[in-house]
């Protein structure tokens, strides 16, 4: 058994986090960490864990935060970067949902957050919390950045075609749509249903600042600079991520199917449908499972894959417990056996 706290808990992805660890058998939670809401009971706020969780929300203090096994940071970018350094300094297990430690050319990071790193040297040291990629290096990691949401869709669908080296890695599409909870909870105007309600249209066009992020893991799959299109849309749901990819084939002979079923064989939480398939994204909510379906359009030099994957589960919080599942020696699934909810 491990204690584990959230630092930032009053976001779609700290409720999240809340629902899924409050079901963990290995974990126990001692801290729910909000300035705003210090004092008051989580199902205060979150009436859907009255009965499940008896815990109130406290004022962010390092002292008590450091006598936990592990620390999760639910919070703005900029935060996790400042209060990291002493908990690991403690010997705690940081996972950081926000993208401090994503990218590792600070410069670039700078360029697209807006902000100077805090603590460069912690950052050289992060380990990227893929795990279809990384298991082995998150397993002994201090430090783990969790993916972002378009990110993690993203790369499951293109990593095996450019580990095979199969197609063109110049000319790489993704065409991505998210539910408007991938907004976070602080009121924006075009999240208001009057606006997000029977409308869709894309955003980030000329540039998104999860695009350094997919880059990075795509360089590192090909072994050398991708190009990549990326275009996020907006589309009027709660949760939810569906990535349409598109990539120019340099091997008429490959077996589409064939190569991603074999990638993902020994995946729990990655579902190669069969040929044909069309996965849709109410087959994942609430579920930390990405579902992947592989075309060929007309039998021609194009690989088309399909993503789905909840945004707050696979794309944040349920990743960051399976990170945490992988640092800690669970077992990888313990408390994300989760069957989607459908309708």
């Known amino acids: ?166 197609v063109n890695a110049d000319a790489l599409v993704a065409d991505a749509k998210s539910g408007v909870s991938g907004a976070g909870r602080q009121p924006k105007q075009h999240t208001l249903l009057g606006e997000a309600a029977e409308n869709f249209h894309a955003y980030g066009a000329s540039g998104h600042r999860h695009l350094p992020e997919i880059r990075q893991g795509l360089s590192d799959a090909h072994g050398g600079p991708v190009g990549l299109t990326f275009v996020p849309h907006l589309v009027p749901m709660i949760r939810g991520i569906h990535a349409t990819l598109y990539a120019p084939l340099t091997d008429p002979s490959v077996d589409l199917q064939a190569l991603f079923e074999t990638r993902y064989a020994d995946e729990p939480f990655v579902d190669v449908l069969p040929p044909g398939s069309h996965p849709q994204t109410r087959t994942v909510r609430g579920s930390n499972c990405a579902r992947i379906a592989v075309h060929r359009p007309e039998g021609g030099d194009m690989a088309l894959v399909l993503v789905v994957e909840d945004n707050l589960v696979k794309g944040a919080a349920g990743q960051a417990i399976q990170n945490m599942n992988c640092m800690f020696g669970f077992e990888e699934t313990q408390g994300l056996r989760h069957t989607p909810v459908l309708p």
């Open 1 to 166: 058994m491990i204690n584990a706290a959230i630092v930032g808990g009053t976001g779609y992805t700290g409720v999240e986090l809340l629902r899924l660890l409050a079901g963990h058998p290995e974990v126990s939670l001692t801290q729910i960490t909000s300035r705003a809401q210090a004092g008051t009971a989580v199902s205060e706020v979150f009436p859907n864990l009255r009965g499940v969780l008896d815990l109130a929300f406290s004022a962010p203090d390092p002292a008590a935060l450091a006598h936990n096994d592990v620390v999760f940071f639910a919070t703005p970018n900029g935060t996790a970067m400042t209060m990291a350094p002493a908990l690991i300094d403690n010997g705690v297990r940081v996972i950081d949902l926000g993208a401090d430690f994503r990218i590792r050319d600070l410069a670039v990071w700078s360029q697209w957050y807006a902000l100077e790193h805090a603590c460069p040297a912690l950052a050289a040291t992060a380990v990227y919390g893929l795990p279809e990629c990384h298991r082995q290096a998150i397993r002994t990691a201090r430090l783990v950045a969790n993916p972002g949401c378009y990110p993690t869709a993203v790369q499951l669908g293109l990593i095996p075609l450019l580990e095979a080296g199969v």
